[in-house]
C-alpha cells in the first residue's frame, strides 16, 4: 500500500470534482483464479476470483431489493472425510471480514472444519471483505491494497452527490477531524502524551483508501438489525440451496458480533415461535449483555461520540489500526497493552498476527457501533428502536448451544459470556473457558486462530457439532 502525504489528498479531492482525469497510480496486475459465481434470478455466473479470496469458490449474494451483494467464501469439504449432513456457516466480529477464519494454509479455521467433511461457508456482510455494490464490484478487489488508476467513465459510477468538490472535502475534513477528536480520547486515558506524537499523522488517508471509501461512505447507513432481519438470513437461505440438507437446517459459528447476531436470531425465533433454521450454535467470545464484566469493549464506545460530533457515518477501523499497529508491536512499544486486546503473548506467530491487523478489519457505521453500545446498558442489546431485549427471549431457544470463552479475554471476558449462555435452557447450553493458569492463555481471537486452537478448542468444537449433526 502506497501512503500519500496530506497534500496529495487536496490533488484526489480536486479529480473527485471532475478535472482532468489523472495517471494511474502503479500496481501489479491482480492474479486471479476460478472460482467465482454471481448468484442471480436467472441462475449462477462464473468469473475469476481475486486472489485474495484463498477460499475454494467465492459467491456473491445479492440482498433483495438492495444494491449490495454479500460475498460468501466456500471451502469444500475434503474427499477424504465422509461428507457431514449439515452445511457449516461462519459468521465474523464486527468490522472484520473472511481472513480472520482464514489467515494462512497452516492457521485456517476454515480449512479445518472443511477438513473435517463440513462444506463450510464464511459470511462477508455488506460492507466488509469482498462484499460489494452491484454497480461497483469490478472497480477494484476491496481486499487487496491494489489500486489500477480511475478513469472518468469510473467517476461517473461514483454517488453524484458525493462527486460535489464541496461535499468529498467535507467529508475528507470530518475524517481529518475525527481523527484528532480521537487523539483527544487518547490523551484523556491518561497516557503520556509523548507516547502520541504523530498518531494524527498517521491517520491519513492513502490515495487508494480514500476512493474506495469516496463512492461508499454516503452508504454506510445500516445498524445490527439490517444483519440480523437481511444479511445472515439471505446467506443462509443461498446456502441451503447450494448444500441441500436434508432438514433444511445449517450448523453456525459465530465469532464476537458473530455469536451476538447468532444470539439474536434464536431470540427472535423464540419470541416468534418460528421453527429453527438452525441444527446447532457455537459462540467464541459473545455476549448480548457486558453490563456485569470489565470489557475493553467499552474503548470503543467513545468512537461514537466523536463520530456524532463531526457527522461522520463511518468509524474506520481498519485505518485506525494500521495508524497504531506500528506502535504497538515495534519499538518502544508505546501501545503495547492494545495487542493483548486481540491475542494473548506467544499466541500467534508475529507474521500472522500482523497479517491478521491489517488484513481482517474494515470500516464499521457509526449506527452499527451505536446499536451495539446498547449491550453496555441495563437490558443489554436491543433493536434500533429500543422496544425488543434480545436477551429476553433466549430462554424459550430449542437449539443446542456451546458457548466458549477465553480465560484472558479483555473484550469479552468470560463473565460476559457466561451472563448470555445462562439465559438457554440448560438441558442445552454448554458453557466452557479456555486456558490454564500458567498458559496457555486464550484472548479474543485466539479461540478462532491461536497457535493452541487447533489442538485444544478445534477438537471440542468438533466434538459438539458431530453430536448435532443429525439428519
Known sequence: ????????????????????????????????????????????????????????????????????????????PSPQRSRRNHPLLLLS??????????????SSFARYMSGQGFDTWILEVRGAGLSAKNS???????????????????????DEGLRDAAQ?????????????????????SQQPITQFTGLQNRFSITLEDFWKQLHLIGKYNWDFDHYLEEDVPTAMDYIRNQSR???????????SMGGILLYAMLSQDG????????????????????TTSRSSLKMLIPLVDPAKAVNLPVVPLGALLAAIYPLASYPPYLLSWLNPQISAQNMMHPEMFERLVLKNFCTIPAKLLSQLSTAFE???????????????????SNVPVLALAGDKDL???????????????????????????????????DLVGGRMAYYQVYPRIIEFLSQHDIS
Open 136 to 158: 461497483l464490484e469490478e472497480l477494484n478487489d476491496p481486499l487487496q491494497g491494489t489500486f489500477e488508476g480511475i478513469s472518468e467513465e469510473q467517476l461517473s459510477l461514483t
Open 245 to 255: 440438507p436434508k432438514d433444511g437446517k445449517l450448523l453456525a459459528i459465530g465469532h
Open 271 to 290: 419470541y416468534r415461535g418460528k421453527c429453527t433454521e438452525l441444527a446447532s450454535v457455537i459462540t467464541l467470545g459473545s455476549s448480548l449483555d457486558y
Open 378 to 396: 441495563k437490558g443489554g442489546l436491543r433493536n434500533r428502536r429500543g422496544t425488543f431485549f434480545y436477551k429476553d427471549h433466549l430462554h424459550k
Open 93 to 106: 466480529g464486527v468490522g472484520t471480514n473472511a481472513i480472520g477464519y482464514d489467515l494462512a494454509p497452516g
Open 411 to 445: 473484550i469479552c471476558p468470560p463473565e460476559a459470556v457466561y451472563e448470555t449462555i445462562k439465559l438457554i435452557p440448560e438441558n442445552l447450553a454448554t458453557y466452557e473457558v479456555f486456558g490454564e493458569p500458567h498458559g496457555p492463555h486464550y484472548a479474543h481471537y
Open 1 to 76: 500500500m502506497i501512503a500519500f502525504p496530506q497534500s496529495n489528498l487536496r490533488w484526489a479531492i480536486h479529480a473527485a470534482a471532475g478535472l482532468p482525469s489523472f495517471a494511474a497510480v502503479g500496481s501489479p496486475p491482480q492474479r486471479l483464479r476460478p472460482l467465482c459465481i454471481s448468484a442471480s434470478a436467472g441462475g449462477g455466473r462464473t468469473t475469476p476470483k481475486p486472489s485474495v479470496c484463498t477460499a475454494d469458490e467465492l459467491h456473491y449474494v445479492p440482498l433483495p431489493n438492495h444494491e449490495w451483494k454479500l460475498a460468501l467464501w466456500r471451502y469444500l
Open 168 to 188: 468529498v472535502s467535507a467529508i475528507t475534513s470530518q475524517l481529518m477531524d475525527f481523527g484528532y477528536r480521537l487523539g483527544d480520547i487518547v490523551d484523556e
